[in-house]
């Protein structure tokens, strides 16, 4: 760290001392109210459509939406590049890679995060206007959020791939899948996925690298429903064997889950909760219930973990995607101890060292969730409202659970660890959060 530990302690107790907001008058009064947002935000699946018929801002324009803060294309690592030449191909603005790229060299595509436009995307997060895209509506609330469909296993363009198979895939999930789930979601009134959620983390998901039951119940909720108005039996057997063959269905969910929960929380602008992570291949960005929008940014780091036969960490792709929306409520990583199966897949060495790692995760959180609750702790909550200035205080960063990508595009995912955002994000959203304070103070 940069900062000396009395720089931060002064801007530690300058955020403490302030009025956070006319309404909250104290730190932990505004903290008690962004967190409660979080505990009572109940996002519902209500829709399955196209990116462009819920993202006003595609119209007319070439944009791509990308994971993490803002990031120009000269600054993209290779599996986001890879991603984004499938996605021009995909739209029909390249015939092929070289096309794609002379577009993108040329300045002709306009990139957005994710984060921008109430979305989140998986890895490069690469979203393009005909992409199906979940629908989630935060019904106490009433936002909204979305994120694509997961694609399954092997060669998908999150990861890089751009291949004919890749491109042919995703235009079955926009012409087949997407009408026959969005058809169901819609018989069936909508979806609750907290109901879902809450039961598939006492079976053993944490929602980040393990999804098997929640992409299980999930499938069980909505198959009376794809059967009543599917009537083609190839397409509905074709809908139900690509989720049912895609253990990690689930986690888009979950990250527009995630994103839901967040953007309502954000609507109470004090308080130094931690209301987005992502990253983005170079940077890891942050923001704070009380600067609002502003990102707060480090350098990315590369997962540690376990790599598929072959390769090691020399091969990794420094840590990208919105997935890390999942920490941000105290899933993933922060609820480590919820999923022993998946301490092995992470490279964690057994269930009692995941268990200490959700109780550090508690020192530097809010609350427990009272509906979210973990068998191998008693039935506790998992963590929730990762507070920036516990986190510094502490010297305790949260946990995430990731994927990894290889470095070069088209070579897919080679292993799962677990990373840790750098300090400087937090360090720099607690100066920044005080001199906020001070200049309110001064004003008022």
């Known amino acids: 760290m940069t900062d000396s530990r009395a720089d931060l302690g002064r801007a530690i107790e300058d955020i403490r001392r302030h009025v956070p907001h006319r309404t909250y008058p104290t730190l932990a009064d505004a903290n008690a109210a962004v967190v409660q947002r979080m505990i009572e935000s109940e996002p519902w699946l209500v829709d399955v459509v196209l990116a462009q018929d819920v993202i006003p801002q595609f119209a007319g324009r070439k944009l791509i939406l990308h994971a993490g803060p803002p990031l120009d294309w000269s600054e993209m690592t290779n599996p986001a590049r890879g991603a984004v030449f499938g996605a021009l191909m995909y739209e029909g603005w390249a015939e092929d890679e070289a096309a794609a790229r002379r ?30 895209v979940f629908v989630l509506e935060n019904r106490p609330f009433g936002n909204r959020a979305y994120c694509t469909i997961n694609e399954g296993t092997g060669r998908v363009m999150r990861f890089g791939y751009y291949g004919p198979d890749v491109i042919e895939r995703q235009r079955w999930m926009r012409d087949t899948l997407r009408p026959v789930l969005g058809a169901g979601v819609r018989a069936a009134g909508g979806i609750n996925l907290k109901r879902i959620a809450a039961e598939a983390l006492a079976m053993g998901d944490e929602f980040h690298q393990r999804n098997v039951a929640a992409s299980a119940i999930f499938l069980r909720e909505l198959a009376p429903w794809l059967s009543r108005v599917c009537h083609d039996a190839d397409q509905l057997t074709s809908v139900f064997s690509f989720i049912a063959q895609t253990p990690q269905f689930f986690l888009n969910l979950a990250m527009a889950y995630g994103k839901a929960t967040v953007d309502a929380a954000r609507q109470i602008r004090a308080g130094s909760v931690v209301t987005t992570m992502a990253r983005n291949g170079v940077q890891f960005g942050i923001r704070l219930s009380g600067t609002g929008d502003r990102w707060f940014t480090g350098p990315v780091n590369t997962a540690r973990g376990v790599y598929f036969s072959g390769f090691t960490a020399e091969d990794g792709n420094p840590d990208i995607g919105d997935s890390t929306v999942t920490e941000t409520i105290g899933w993933g990583g922060i609820a480590q101890a919820a999923s022993p199966g998946v301490c092995k897949i992470v490279g964690v060495p057994s269930l009692a060292d995941a268990i200490r790692s959700t109780e550090a995760m508690r020192t530097i959180s809010i609350a427990e969730h009272p509906d979210f609750v973990v068998p191998t702790l008693d039935w506790r909550g998992v963590p929730i409202g990762i507070d920036a200035t516990r986190v510094v205080e502490l010297e305790v960063l949260p946990m995430i659970h990731t994927g990894i990508a290889h470095k070069e595009p088209g070579r897919g995912q080679i292993g799962s660890g677990t990373v ?17 304070l001070g200049e309110l103070a001064l004003r008022a």
Do not use: K, R, W
Request: net charge negative; with cysteine; glycine share 8%.
């Open 420 to 436: 840790h955002p750098p300090m400087q994000c937090f360090t720099q959203a607690v100066h920044a959060y005080a001199a906020q």
């Open 103 to 132: 577009q993108a060299d040329a300045g002709d595509i306009e990139f957005l995060p994710c984060h921008d436009v109430n979305a989140v995307g998986p890895m490069g997060g690469i979203t393009s206007p005909t992409m199906a």
